[in-house]
């Protein structure tokens, strides 16, 4: 039987949407409402069949984004009626322990989602009022949440727990949660059906290179280690954020430029990585241009994040005992060469073997012939992982 699913991805200042006709998997529209909050009016964009559409709106809510969207995709008939929408499926940044899957939103689950906001407090709570503002119009709907930290809850604890004292993970949960699971698990399925192959039967470290960007390890179809740890500022150089650094790093610089705690994780995390190095920029497409120009720092910061990468990917290596599959995805993952090859240079004796000329159309097998690993590239797609999940709950 046919259900139309909606994906809601509420950020701090932004709403993104989509939605699916189930179990077909056709997308009847896609848009964004950003600057919430920021002015009395935000933006909305939309996709919808050969239509884009930009404008701006008026409200500053998320509650307003989301009564205006109902409206919305009644006017343009996406949906005869409210009840023709049969569930809604929600992006939710930390899942903790207490959800290894994704889940129906009953009170027992919201409010834990709200008590896990102290391990995501600019994330969880967002992604709550999205969730109450559809229950409260849509009372009737199902609501189902999709964790980013579900994925890797299959981790073994020798690589999710940290090595301080033990009483922390005990009492204040600290441990490696991992993120961007839903992409992590989207792609993989995706290689796997390119490849002809069962997922289960396949050793991928898949690469999630975006302005956020993180590593995962997986076999048998399960995450079984991951970059990011118990916040998304861990593991590899990013956009702004610096990713692993010596800790001692931190209370350092506090004591010499007297620096408060909220002031470190700012600069960690807003004024680091591409950013931090380069000086001007945290768009690797600025960066690049730069590096061919001759700019030096442009150059070290490419070779500082192809480093990194480059070094999770043996390490990955190691822990999975051997690799079948190199995916690339996301943002600078799907769409720029220059950083592939860089990443995929001296990476031979894995037996990874990049085609330039594949590489360079952006095409989806990009390993040559001889490869004895099939390096991928993979369009990434969240929100259809949170349909799906949505219309299997439902």
Not at 332 to 342: A, F
């Amino acid at each position: 039987m046919a259900s139309k699913i909606m994906s809601i991805n509420a950020g701090s200042s932004s709403l993104k949407f989509q939605v699916f006709e189930m179990p077909e998997e056709t997308l009847l529209v896609k848009g964004l409402f950003e600057r919430i909050g920021l002015e009395e009016e935000m933006g909305f964009s939309y996709s919808l069949k050969d239509a884009k559409v930009k404008t701006t709106i008026k409200g500053k809510t998320h509650e307003e984004a989301i009564e205006f969207l109902l409206h919305f995709l009644l006017e343009r008939n996406v949906l005869t009626s409210l009840q023709e929408l049969s569930g809604v499926g929600h992006r939710v940044a930390h899942g903790g322990e207490d959800f290894k899957k994704s889940s129906l939103v009953d009170s027992d689950a919201l409010q834990k989602i709200k008590a896990l906001g102290k391990l995501a407090p600019l994330h969880n709570p967002v992604n709550v009022v999205g969730i109450e503002a559809l229950q409260k119009d849509l009372p009737d709907c199902p609501q189902v949440a999709v964790f980013d930290t579900s994925f890797h809850q299959t981790m073994e604890a020798k690589n999710y727990i940290y090595p301080l004292p033990y009483r922390f993970y005990e009492e204040d949960s600290i441990r490696r949660y991992g993120f961007h699971g839903t992409s992590h698990q989207f792609v993989a399925s995706e290689a796997a059906n390119c490849l002809e192959k069962p997922l289960e039967s396949l050793k991928i470290i898949s690469c999630h290179l975006g302005n956020g960007a993180s590593i995962c390890g997986i076999k048998d179809g399960k995450s079984v280690i991951t970059s990011m740890g118990f916040t998304p500022l861990a593991g590899l150089m990013m956009g702004t954020r610096c990713g692993d650094i010596d800790p001692s790093i931190i209370p350092f610089l506090q004591n010499e430029k007297n620096l408060s705690a909220n002031d470190m994780d700012k600069l960690m995390n807003a004024e680091s990585g591409f950013k931090g190095i380069t000086g001007f920029s945290s768009d690797t497409r600025d960066i690049i241009t730069e590096a061919e120009k001759g700019n030096d720092r442009a150059k070290l910061a490419l070779d500082m994040f192809a480093s990194r990468v480059k070094q999770t990917i043996g390490a990955y290596a190691a822990e999975l005992d051997g690799v079948d599959v190199l995916i690339f995805t996301a943002g600078i993952g799907e769409n720029s060469s220059v950083i592939r090859e860089m990443v995929c240079e001296n990476l031979t004796f894995l037996g990874i073997e990049l085609d330039p000329q594949m590489n360079q159309k952006n095409n989806r097998r990009i390993s040559t012939e001889t490869s004895k690993v099939e390096v991928l590239v993979v369009e990434t797609n969240e929100e259809l992982m949170i349909v799906r999940d949505t219309y299997h709950l439902i």
